[in-house]
């Protein structure tokens, strides 16, 4: 079965870095639209970025263009988040996320905390 799970959250300062991972297994990764969500306390959960199958066209919400990164490794089954220049208004759990076969997969979650 599809599984999705997300790692690399944690608690970081204005301005720093965080780099989150999606290990991906039960489909064949390198078919499919990537994409990474995240929602905040009382906030429905919005779209952050996308990446084509083969890595060669992405998407940003316009919030955090030119401050993250998403990418892919077919090879591992994993899906990145390079997250630059952290707001506290980036704070939130962050999903993974793929449709397959008509249906929408996440992962658990991992949460980012921005402190001010």
């Known amino acids: 079965q599809v599984q999705l799970v997300e790692s690399g959250g944690g608690l970081v300062q204005a301005g720093g870095s965080l780099r989150l991972s999606c290990a991906a297994s039960g489909f064949t990764f390198s078919s499919y639209y990537m994409s990474w969500y995240r929602q905040a306390p009382g906030k429905e959960r919005e779209l952050v970025a996308g990446i084509s199958s083969a890595g060669s066209s992405t998407n940003y919400k316009d919030s955090v263009k030119g401050r993250f990164t998403i990418s892919r490794d077919n090879a591992a089954s994993t899906v990145y988040l390079q997250m630059n220049s952290l707001k506290p208004e980036d704070t939130a759990v962050y999903y993974c996320?793929?449709?397959?076969?008509?249906?929408?997969?996440w992962g658990q979650g991992t949460q980012v905390t921005v402190s001010s």
């Open positions: 996320n793929t449709r397959w076969r008509g249906k929408y997969y």
